[in-house]
């Protein structure tokens, strides 16, 4: 009678482990897992992702997007995930911003008007480039606790966020007047 009370007692405690540990690795999922209609943007490339123009030029304009989404977590004071957004935002374009680069290396020719619009729109990825640096720097900081309190991270890192806006819309107008003038 003995044994058959503890062993009730053990059965008992297991299944209470095993529910509880259950429902604890169902609360750790779902709390920090990002939301689908926020981690949409950052999902990386496909394996159909071929390296081609319009593949970067894509990414290029899904990333603008990005950035709202971005400028929205930090507004709401989510620091965290806003680093990580930027670090996925930094990696993806500079490899887009690379591609398109080289497209239009590849197509200009010696004429001077076309070395002149490659050197444009290289200096405006060269900008992008460093305003996503500055954003991820920012971020790290904010983290850290340099930048002070929340609030004054979220203000100065605010700033930059459109100033990345401004450099990003600048770099697809580029994209899009260099299409124009057909150099790609």
């Given amino acids: ?31 920090l897992s990002p939301t689908v209609s926020n981690a949409i943007e950052f999902v990386p490339a496909s394996p159909a992702f071929q390296g081609t123009y319009q593949d970067a030029k894509e990414i290029l304009y899904t990333q603008r997007i990005a950035v709202d989404n971005i400028a929205n977590v930090i507004s709401n004071g989510n620091l965290d995930e806003a680093g990580f957004k930027v670090m996925q935002l930094s990696a993806q374009t ?29 200096r ?27 609030a004054a991270a979220q203000i100065k890192i605010s700033i930059i966020i459109e100033e990345t806006k401004n450099a990003y ?9 260099n299409e124009k003038n057909q150099m790609l």
Avoid: P, W
């Fill in 94 to 122: 500079r490899t887009a911003g690379k591609i398109v680069i080289d497209t239009l290396q590849e197509k200009t020719s010696g004429d001077s008007i076309n070395v002149l619009r490659f050197l444009s729109c290289q």
């Fill in 1 to 31: 009678m003995a044994n058959e009370r503890s062993s009730q007692k053990d059965m008992d405690r297991f299944s209470f482990n095993r529910i509880i540990c259950r429902n604890i690795g169902t609360l750790l999922v779902a709390g």
């Fill in 169 to 177: 819309d600048d770099f697809l107008g580029e994209i899009s007047s």
């Fill in 124 to 150: 405006k990825l060269t900008t992008l480039l460093d305003y996503c640096d500055d954003c991820g720097l920012s971020l790290q900081g904010a983290l850290k606790g340099k930048l002070g309190v929340t």
